[in-house]
């Protein structure tokens, strides 16, 4: 399970900038000077959501090792010929068994004929379970932070257009509830069903191609709340919302 997992969060972390996969289908379109809500939405979601390998997969894996007594450390490099990967993670546990705290950091790289970037990811949590043992329907609260930096430049297949997204977030999460939704072989999976996350920062979209060069940026904050029902919605200045299905991690 470990290794699926971190080869899931490396894609998901070079792939966060969603709108990679929607602007490359038309690289030489679009004159916006401002990345749309749906975009900046997308990104964010995906260094949230546990499917994507954002930052609930980390507080699941903390929690299964908590409940595992596997170690309070755990470190993975994974290097291959076109990307490398550097995980770390700590989990400290209070003299109760009910609050963990979790510092987590990541870094890497990819270099592919189409693809190439980098990142820099690090999270710090308090995590506190309503139950020693955590079981489904059981529940645990978080609050932290979350930091996010990364380049990816992306080739179309004739070579004609390329398209560039950097970001640079922050997420601050405020007492976010995440119900245990399944337990099988010791793996906790958990969604969060309360809460929000406040996102600050700054996202930047470049596309290149026959007619020259369009630029869309983002920066500013805003803030994603937590239903019980498996989503959440993204509300920005203004009062304009985005809906984002958190099973997916896509807006």
């Given at each position: 399970m470990g290794r699926n997992f971190f080869l899931r969060t490396l894609t998901a972390t070079f792939m966060i900038g969603g709108v990679l996969i929607l602007a490359a289908c038309n690289l030489n379109g679009g004159t916006s000077?401002?990345?749309?809500?749906?975009?900046?939405?997308?990104?964010?979601a995906a260094s949230v959501a546990d499917s994507t390998g954002g930052d609930t997969a980390t507080v699941e894996q903390s929690c299964t090792a908590d409940a595992a007594g596997t170690g309070s450390s755990a470190t993975v490099s994974i290097n291959t010929e076109y990307s490398n990967y550097q995980w770390t993670r700590?989990?400290?546990?209070?003299?109760d068994n009910l609050t963990l705290t979790v510092t987590s950091s990541s870094n890497g790289s990819v270099d592919r004929p189409r693809l190439s970037g980098d990142f820099q990811r690090s999270s710090q949590f308090t995590v506190a379970k309503s139950t020693t043992t955590l079981a489904v329907n059981s529940t645990v609260t978080v609050n932290g932070n979350a930091q996010y930096s990364g380049q990816h430049e992306?080739?179309?297949?004739?070579g004609a257009g390329s398209l560039a997204v950097t970001t640079d977030t922050t997420q601050t999460w405020n007492n976010v509830t995440m119900t245990v939704t399944d337990v099988t072989n010791g793996v906790i999976t958990l969604m969060p069903t309360a809460g929000s996350v406040t996102v600050s920062g700054a996202m930047e979209r470049q596309r290149s191609g026959f007619i020259g060069t369009r630029e869309s940026a983002w920066n500013g904050t805003f803030t994603i709340t937590f239903a019980s029902n498996g989503t959440a919605t993204a509300t920005f200045s203004g009062g304009r919302t985005?809906?984002?299905?958190?099973t997916t991690g896509q807006a």
């Amino acid at each position: 399970m470990g290794r699926n997992f971190f080869l899931r969060t490396l894609t998901a972390t070079f792939m966060i900038g969603g709108v990679l996969i929607l602007a490359a289908c038309n690289l030489n379109g679009g004159t916006s000077t401002d990345l749309s809500d749906e975009d900046v939405a997308d990104i964010a979601a995906a260094s949230v959501a546990d499917s994507t390998g954002g930052d609930t997969a980390t507080v699941e894996q903390s929690c299964t090792a908590d409940a595992a007594g596997t170690g309070s450390s755990a470190t993975v490099s994974i290097n291959t010929e076109y990307s490398n990967y550097q995980w770390t993670r700590t989990v400290g546990t209070s003299g109760d068994n009910l609050t963990l705290t979790v510092t987590s950091s990541s870094n890497g790289s990819v270099d592919r004929p189409r693809l190439s970037g980098d990142f820099q990811r690090s999270s710090q949590f308090t995590v506190a379970k309503s139950t020693t043992t955590l079981a489904v329907n059981s529940t645990v609260t978080v609050n932290g932070n979350a930091q996010y930096s990364g380049q990816h430049e992306f080739t179309s297949l004739s070579g004609a257009g390329s398209l560039a997204v950097t970001t640079d977030t922050t997420q601050t999460w405020n007492n976010v509830t995440m119900t245990v939704t399944d337990v099988t072989n010791g793996v906790i999976t958990l969604m969060p069903t309360a809460g929000s996350v406040t996102v600050s920062g700054a996202m930047e979209r470049q596309r290149s191609g026959f007619i020259g060069t369009r630029e869309s940026a983002w920066n500013g904050t805003f803030t994603i709340t937590f239903a019980s029902n498996g989503t959440a919605t993204a509300t920005f200045s203004g009062g304009r919302t985005v809906t984002i299905n958190m099973t997916t991690g896509q807006a």
